[in-house]
């Protein structure tokens, strides 16, 4: 378990590349700037250079083109350069599971050979694409079954952009090359980085995936249809309002610090009081109307009467939402799921004080697709089971 007065360090093992192996740039996941600069690079003359990042934006992004060779209105010899520079790669899907609710998770290969999953969540008026920021997680909370696994590296900007290209791809969601109303269909109208890893220690990345992702003459996702979901990592949460700008969700879990060191360890680098202050100023900052605390249901730890109105005064001030969430299993697992009476007493509790009190409904549990069930089961450098209980203080 993590000492308290050590620092918890972003232990990232490989550092990301933008290249592939014959040096090619990946244009998939560059801001604008970005593309710009580096079609300026390959010889584009300046003057064009705003022209074709335009261009190249909108094949890529508008219509879900992977090879240059189809981008018909830039010149052949053009095409070719483009051809010999840059690539256009997305994730590869290694397996992909349909639940029988209709959610599909996606196990997906990036370079150096690393897992992660993306899960596609269906609903009657939304789509939601539940995408990951890292493999693995530095973090250690001890309910969690991605924060078991070892191995981690940042996503870069491409593979997180990529999750949605991809999920597009097998949802056939791109229009026909030429369709005057590309916005019609919309199966991934939501994106939450919900996903394995902590997004906002790898924020840089993740924060250019979303400008992406935002671009109003691309994907066009709105930011308020992006849910950035972090245990708490603090100095970074005025940042995300301010340069992201998307909706927050906030893994509290615990009304005590006692409790909350154990749960969400990183709690005792910031704690619930200092986490609440900087949430407080989130709405203002990020112009959205309220954050989302997520709690998930543990048999006996945090599921009390006590636990919910302590809840509830904590957050007092703070326009919120409570995203109950009952626990999902995982193999080893050191907790249990709260009884349904337990998180509808509990839930009754918070609605009474006047908080929206949604019980997630688990989505995709027979293909353990639900929430903290991600881990690539290919991935073999994971803790044993006695490691995972002396993390949980049992
Ligand atoms: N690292 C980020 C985002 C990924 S986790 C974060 O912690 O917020 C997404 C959500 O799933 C978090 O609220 C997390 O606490 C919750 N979660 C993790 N494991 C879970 C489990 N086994 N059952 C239910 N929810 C879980
Ligand atoms: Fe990491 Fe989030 Fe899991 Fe904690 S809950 S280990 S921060 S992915």
Redesign the pocket.
Known sequence: MTDASAPITQDVLTIPRKTSQDGKINLIGLTRVQLRAALIEAGTPEKQAKMREGQIWQWIYIWGVRDFGEMTNLAKSYRALLEERFELRVPEIVSRQVSEDGTRKYLLRIQGGHEVEAVYIPEETRGTLCVSSQVG?????T?????TQKLVRNLTAGEIVGQLLVARDDLGEWPEKGATNTAAARLVSNVVLMG???PLYNFDNVRDAMHVVMDGEGLSLSRRRITL???GVVPEIAKTAEEIGCLLAV?FHATTDEVRDKL?P?NKRWNIETLLNTLRDYPRLSNSERITFEYVMLKGVNDSDEDARRLVRLIRGIPAKINLIPFNEWPNAPYERSDWERIEAFSEIVYKAGYASPVRKPRGEDIMAAC?QLKSATERARKSRKEIAAEAGL
């Open positions: 997680c530095t973090l250690t909370c309910f969690c079954h991605t924060g394995m890893g902590e979901s972090t245990s893994s969400v990183i903290g």
